[in-house]
């Protein structure tokens, strides 16, 4: 090999050097929907004067003890058989011991190395590709406290604060905390897996999107060489115990996890092609920026000194575990979807995206036909929401007047084109369909309107009517338009299309 050649081989292998891919894992904290604290009998009910929903054992004082709540075990043996997961024949809690403001024992009860399940896997699709990302363990945790960084009397940023007021309404509420294997390769897999891992909480019936703090994530991220993951995503040990792990707390959404990962990605391997280490540390994603910001160095495991938590007994769970039964999940869901109604997978997984858009739509089909439901809910009536970004839960209580938007689409009371118009001024106005279909004189044209207005089109377009009786198809599309444009889009489209045909070709 010529020295030519040997440095333009060492050049390329500097190239693959700086080649730096993403790993990332997750540790995701779930607020569990149960009426009451995880150790003590406060309400978990959303208030806003703080310090209210409190007590001995959540204000941490002496001599105050815990005991469990029963529900906060049935929602996690829910999830453990969701994400097929390992529950052990015993499961304990412990002691994380560290001192911070929120946290008003200066331990959080949790759990260490007999968590509540472990082993797990849920499987995700982004763009099309589907894979299995594993979790590793799910256990049960007391939250603490919440901090409000405020400035001049008002809420800021962590950095941009004067001083920091601390509730306790928060300290003991039922947590489940998920932590995912290091199996993410980019920030657009983690919102798919949020998003899915959100649909299946709701499913179960053990988490309320809607509450305030309900989701919570916390991330890992490395950048190793790309020569180091295989063609399968996977990455060896040493590959991973040779890069620092940055930890990414406070993000609190889909969007927002994709967004605090794409520049942390970004900030570390343009670190890493200039030549600088990443450090191993825990920042802090201020959304309003859309910037990290360095916090503190990361703890070790050894660091939290865990210990056994005395005053509450282990528990044998397995026994429970098997008693305990779950509702049809969303891959279940979206494939007797597709089975039963003769859906297409993506209206499927559309209309089971959230178990309140599936009940609704299976409300539908219990009054109309599959498609002409399948055709509302998903394309239209979600699309209407997702431009407004709205969430059905948002209109909950008018879904009532949008099954009345479908029946008078079904008894050929209004066009489609019409129903369109209406629905969006139900959700931009807050009106029911009727006050708007007669304010807007939007009903169906009656068949003499039309008539007289399909007798207008060949009147007055005698060139069009020509084109069509030379064979030219396209021209029965311009005397259509010109029929629907004098009957205001009231006209139903195919009626009129039989009715220019018949008169032509008659």
């Known amino acids: 090999m010529t020295a030519q050649a040997v440095e333009e081989s060492e050049d390329d292998q500097d190239e693959r050097e700086r080649e730096f891919a993403a790993v990332i894992g997750l540790e995701v904290h779930v607020q569990l929907e149960a009426d009451t604290k995880i150790f003590c009998g406060c309400s978990t009910a959303s208030t806003t004067e703080p310090n209210t929903n409190v007590c001995p054992t959540c204000l941490g004082l002496p001599g105050a003890l815990p005991v469990l709540n029963e529900a906060a075990i049935d929602a996690a043996l829910k999830l453990g058989k969701a994400i097929d997961a390992e529950v052990p024949d015993r499961t304990r809690f412990h002691r994380k011991n560290y001192y911070y403001p929120d946290l008003p024992k200066n331990f959080q009860i949790t759990q260490y190395d007999a968590p509540i399940c472990v082993d797990g896997g849920l499987e995700v699709r982004v763009e099309g ?92 991220i490395s950048m ?75 703890e070790a495991e050894a660091d939290y000194r865990y210990f056994a938590e005395a005053d509450l007994p282990p528990l044998e769970v397995a026994g429970r575990a098997k008693e305990i039964e779950i509702p049809e999940l969303p891959d279940a869901r979206r494939e007797r979807f597709a089975r039963e109604y003769g859906l297409g997978q993506e209206a499927a997984s559309k209309l089971t995206s959230t178990k309140a858009v599936a009940d609704f739509y299976e409300r539908m089909t219990a009054e109309f036909d599959p498609d002409l439901a399948a055709t509302w809910v998903a394309d239209e009536f979600l699309g209407e929401l997702n431009y407004r970004d709205m969430e059905i839960e948002d209109v909950d209580s008018r879904l009532g007047e949008f099954r009345r938007l479908i029946e008078l689409v079904d008894e050929d009371e209004l066009t489609s084109k019409n129903a369109t118009t209406v629905l969006r001024e139900m959700l931009d106005e807050g009106e029911e369909p009727e006050s708007i279909i007669e304010r807007e004189g939007l009903g169906k044209a009656e068949n003499e309107e039309v008539s007289a207005a399909v007798e207008a089109a060949i009147e007055d377009n005698p060139e069009a009517v020509a084109d069509y009786e030379n064979g030219e198809e396209g021209a ?6 010109q029929v629907m444009r004098e009957t205001d889009g009231s006209a139903d489209p195919g009626s009129v299309n039989e009715m220019l045909r018949a008169r032509l070709d008659g």
């Open 129 to 220: 590709d589907s894979r299995e990302i594993g979790i590793t363990r799910a256990h049960l945790e007391e939250d603490p406290g919440s901090l409000q960084h405020a400035r001049d009397g008002r809420q800021t940023s962590v950095d941009a604060a004067e001083y920091t007021r601390v509730d306790y309404n928060r300290a003991g509420i039922p947590l489940m905390e998920i932590v995912t294997e290091p199996d993410f390769r980019s920030p657009a897999e983690v919102r798919g897996f949020l998003s899915k891992l959100e649909s299946v909480l709701e499913y179960l019936g053990i988490f309320d999107a809607g509450r305030d703090g309900s989701l919570r994530i916390d991330a890992n």
């Open 224 to 298: 190793v060489p790309e020569r180091e993951v295989g063609a399968d995503g996977s990455i060896s040990a040493e590959g991973l115990a040779s890069a620092n792990r940055t930890e990414v707390k406070n993000i609190s959404s889909h969007k927002g996890a994709q967004k605090a990962l794409a520049y942390e990605v970004t900030r570390q391997r343009n670190a890493l092609q200039r030549g600088r280490e990443v450090e191993q540390e825990t920042r802090h994603w201020d959304e309003s920026r859309g910037v990290t910001i360095s916090m503190r160095t990361k």
């Open 476 to 481: 029965i599309n311009f005397l259509m338009g």
